[in-house]
């Protein structure tokens, strides 16, 4: 079994494979990450997601266009999240309980609104973006086929790694919004906008958790399905701190559950004497493995993550 696992082709095609399903949660991760330097705590990113894999699939259904297939689910996304952040923000409540009731409400819209698209015993399907493999790099042995024969949703992911780690440390925007994470009212008294940023930093959450979603439905799968998510949302969230909010450390613990995601689907083709629902929690069991061992005492927590900032009370 396993000299057929370990084969040159086999490696090659679960690299690949692991790079594919890891697209999404490095989207998901980038956004909450801007979102956490900003002092927001979004753990409804579940609704972003389905959000942006319903909407982003039913326009590309209705109207055969990819790209407004993308752009319908990044509009959902930002919508749930910005209306995360007005509740959180806006109202000043709970930014965890907020979260934790906009992944239940997504869920249930979701899952009604499909219900009135698929009037059959059949799942709808769409034609899924392909892959678009870039010159030369493409025909590097391994590395080619693993990173750059790929959809331009990847490719734009890679872009997206190097432009928020540059985006937060080396530029006056990118600073403002840390400073905003650790302390609003010194970031306040010196004439930061502290909610503009904020929202704005949600709305960018928004952004990237719907085009994960989309991603799921219009690259990977084809269809939706009320699970079509499969707690992805929570998994970014995981690698937020896996990662130590940073861009490079996100995009490896994504890299890492990719290929755990990628090992399962292999690993069931084979009759190793385990159950199938092994195999299925197996990307999970690796995502609590990981954050244990990556557990320090040094905290990259912004000091007012999760704190409501309220401009009278300063």
Same mark, same amino acid.
């Given at each position: 079994m396993w000299d057929s696992i370990l084969t040159l082709s086999s490696l090659e095609s679960l690299l690949s494979a692991g790079v594919r399903l890891s697209v999404p949660l490095i989207y998901g991760a980038l956004g909450e990450t801007v979102s956490q330097k900003a002092g927001t705590l979004n753990i409804g990113l579940e609704s972003n997601m389905i959000g942006g894999a319903f909407f982003g699939f039913a326009v590309t259904y209705w109207t055969g266009s990819l790209a407004l297939g993308f752009l319908a689910g990044m509009i959902a996304g930002a919508v749930f999240s910005m209306l995360h952040a007005f509740i959180s923000h806006g109202l000043g409540q709970n930014q965890s309980v907020t979260g934790t009731a906009l992944n239940l409400f997504a869920i249930g819209i979701t899952s009604f609104l499909f219900s009135l698209i698929n009037t059959t015993s059949l799942y709808p399907q769409i034609v899924t973006l392909q892959n678009l493999a870039i010159p030369y790099l493409s025909d590097i042995p391994?590395?080619?086929?693993?990173?750059? &024969?790929?959809?331009? /949703?990847?490719?734009? =992911?890679? +872009?997206?790694?190097? $432009?928020? #780690?540059?985006?937060? %440390?080396?530029?006056?925007?990118?600073?403002?919004?840390?400073?905003?994470?650790?302390?609003?009212?010194?970031?306040?008294?010196?004439?930061?906008?502290?909610?503009?940023?904020?929202?704005?930093?949600?709305?960018?959450?928004?952004?990237?958790?719907?085009?994960?979603?989309?991603?799921?439905?219009?690259?990977?799968?084809?269809?939706?399905?009320?699970?079509?998510?499969?707690?992805?949302?929570?998994?970014?969230?995981?690698?937020?701190?896996?990662?130590?909010? &940073?861009?490079?450390? /996100?995009?490896?613990? =994504?890299? +890492?559950?990719?290929? $755990?995601? #990628?090992?399962?689907? %292999?690993?069931?083709?084979?009759?190793?004497?385990?159950?199938?629902?092994?195999?299925?929690?197996?990307?999970?069991?690796?995502?609590?493995?990981?954050?244990?061992?990556?557990?320090?005492?040094?905290?990259?927590?912004?000091?007012?993550?999760?704190?409501?900032?309220?401009?009278?009370?300063?």
């Open positions: 391994i590395i080619g086929e693993v990173f750059f &024969n790929k959809d331009n /949703i990847t490719y734009i =992911a890679y +872009f997206m790694i190097f $432009a928020v #780690a540059f985006f937060l %440390k080396h530029t006056v925007w990118g600073m403002e919004l840390v400073a905003v994470g650790e302390n609003p009212q010194a970031s306040d008294t010196v004439g930061i906008r502290v909610l503009k940023i904020r929202y704005s930093a949600a709305l960018f959450n928004g952004l990237m958790n719907g085009l994960a979603g989309a991603f799921l439905t219009l690259v990977q799968l084809g269809s939706f399905s009320d699970s079509v998510t499969s707690g992805r949302g929570f998994i970014a969230l995981a690698l937020v701190v896996f990662g130590k909010r &940073n861009p490079y450390g /996100i995009f490896l613990g =994504a890299l +890492f559950i990719g290929m $755990a995601n #990628a090992m399962q689907f %292999k690993l069931q083709i084979f009759n190793i004497g385990l159950p199938a629902q092994f195999f299925t929690g197996l990307p999970y069991i690796l995502t609590i493995a990981a954050l244990l061992f990556s557990a320090s005492k040094i905290s990259t927590e912004p000091a007012s993550l999760g704190k409501p900032y309220i401009r009278s009370a300063r």
